[in-house]
């Protein structure tokens, strides 16, 4: 199986421009575009099976890495939800052309969700290709409920007097940089206040051993979905990662029941 050609665009205005890295796969449609989760790549195991799934399957599929992440140029640091946001909105407009279905692990959930939307109110839901989501350990809103909220005062005061905090990271010997820009920034789009609104079909995914998204973040968040099909799986034993080969077969199996 070959692998699909590594291509960059470009994003950004003028004197801002970042360079992202993308892997399409041409193939029949509904095609599956992948988002990432926070400080993760489109090389991660999820990443590359539902690549090697979609390339059995005849499908499309599309890969990219946000600025700041993986190939793509730029800091981490710099980052934030609408940067993110905006590479994700680039690639889907070039790098796609037919009916899509938006696969997101964890950050990558609330990006997902906030594309649709962009989307949505960009053309409508019929025109916008979306045919379906499967979303895994999804964690919208998570910069407000699941950082800010449970820092201490401590932390939260020297991220608002210098501007950036690091803590330790469980899957890196690198700790993860929370920065101001980042906390302030994503409380312009938080989701789960409201009623969501899709017009597809969304499968979530979740471990109940999640430490970093809760289990019941993920019900917090089916309950916001209004007039969407939505399935819940629940997986006892599960962490966050998700990427053992029988969470990829219940990913894939998702997948195939939005394709149907």
Partial sequence: MSEPELMTI???AAGEERQIATLARPGGSPGVFWLGGFRSDM??????AIDHWCAAAGIASTRF????????????VDGTISSWLEDALAVFDRMTSRD???VG???GGWIALLLARALRTRVGSEQSRIKGMVLIAPAPDFTERLMWATFSQAVRDEIT?????SEPSAYSSEPTVVTRSLIEDGRK?????????????????QGAKDADVPWRHAIDLATCFS???VTLSLIKDGDHRLSRPEDIARITDALFAITQ
């Fill in 10 to 12: 470009t994003v950004g």
């Fill in 227 to 229: 007039g969407a099909d």
């Fill in 65 to 76: 890495d946000y600025s700041g992440h993986g190939q793509s140029s730029g800091r981490f």
């Fill in 43 to 48: 090389s991660g195991t999820k990443a590359a």
């Fill in 189 to 205: 789009h938080l989701l789960m206040d409201g009623r969501i609104e899709l017009g597809c079909p969304v499968h979530i995914l």
């Fill in 105 to 107: 692990s964890s950050m």
């Fill in 161 to 165: 007097e210098t501007g950036v905090y």
């Fill in 100 to 102: 899509q279905i938006l």
